[in-house]
């Protein structure tokens, strides 16, 4: 059985070599982008099992708005996000908790940074299937 692809897109690239590091020692593929415009194409080309998303890179919301597109498109794109953030959305002026509803943000799963490897590679193994 293949390895499971996954795909992270964060604008930080010590978060995103660090991520990548704990997942391939456990067995994942784990390609990487530092922006939602080549994280698109990575998107498509390589047909994750798994979505890593932070939602501020460029914009305040480029990870949301690009999850939302995701989403949207579930019969093409349709894999489990997880969020990953420095701050919950609602300390960024979104108005919601998560505890409210995480359809919102259009995640499975929302992470603050920093994230723990335990924790990471529960709630990977949590959204991919074998």
């Not at 530092?34 to 480029?62: A, N, R, S």
Request: charged content about 25%.
């Amino acid at each position: 059985m293949s390895a499971k692809r996954i795909v992270i897109i964060d604008d930080d690239p010590e978060i995103c070599d660090a991520m990548s590091h704990i997942l391939s020692q456990n067995g994942y593929s784990v390609f990487t982008a530092l922006d939602t415009h080549k994280g698109h194409q990575l998107f498509v080309d390589t047909q994750p099992d798994l979505l890593i998303l932070d939602i501020m890179m460029e914009t305040m919301d480029e990870g949301l708005n690009f999850a939302t597109e995701v989403k949207k498109n579930d019969g093409v794109f349709g894999v489990p996000i997880l969020i990953v953030s420095a701050r919950p959305p609602v300390e960024k002026g979104y108005g919601r908790t998560l505890d409210e509803d995480l359809d919102w943000i259009h995640a499975d799963i929302f992470m603050e940074k920093p994230i723990e490897p335990d924790e990471l590679l529960h709630n990977v193994k949590l959204l991919v299937k074998n």
